[in-house]
């Protein structure tokens, strides 16, 4: 299974508030219900990192179908070939160390992966981005998959 992030790193609860600055205190990490309720948004999810270097899926971002249960469905869009695509995935919520993890349904040769995701509204100005920093921990790799010129 592809562990979609570990810990899912997250740019903020508040991505789609009004909130201009990230809040200094913040772990920059989530509880499964913190999880959960940062993946109930109808908003667009963005990858904006992931640890491995293959850049032939570009502008990724995820739409939730349902989540319910500690399972969230969701459909994948994202650019490869210059054309938008999509596949519908499948993941298991669990918490781990007092932090909210996804097992999504692909195989990837037991590898794990990281990815960064933010809301649709964080898109355009991720940087700096101190949850990257978390994401730099647990994450030798680092490239950029989504930016502001993804069409949202």
């Known amino acids: 299974?592809?562990?979609?992030?570990?810990?899912?790193?997250?740019?903020s609860v508040f991505a789609t508030s009004d909130v201009f600055e990230e809040d200094p205190n913040s772990k920059y990490t989530e509880t499964l219900n913190e999880l959960m309720n940062y993946l109930s948004t109808d908003d667009k999810i963005w990858l904006v990192l992931k640890s491995?270097?293959?850049?032939?899926e570009l502008c990724v971002n995820n739409k939730k179908v349902?989540?319910?249960?500690?399972?969230?469905?969701?459909?994948?869009?994202?650019?490869a070939n210059d054309r938008i695509q999509s596949r519908r995935l499948y993941a298991m919520l669990k918490e781990e160390d007092d932090i909210g993890t996804m097992d999504v349904s692909e195989k990837e040769a037991g590898r794990t992966e990281c990815h960064l995701y933010v809301r649709n509204a964080k898109l355009a100005d991720w940087h700096p981005r101190e949850?990257?920093?978390?994401?730099?921990?647990?994450?030798?790799?680092?490239?950029?998959?989504?930016?502001?010129?993804?069409?949202?």
């Open 1 to 11: 299974m592809l562990r979609s992030a570990l810990p899912f790193l997250l740019y």
């Open 52 to 56: 491995t270097a293959d850049r032939s």
């Open 66 to 79: 349902k989540l319910e249960n500690g399972k969230y469905e969701f459909t994948q869009n994202f650019l």
């Open 131 to 152: 949850c990257e920093k978390v994401y730099d921990e647990f994450c030798q790799e680092k490239h950029e998959i989504s930016d502001s010129n993804c069409p949202t």
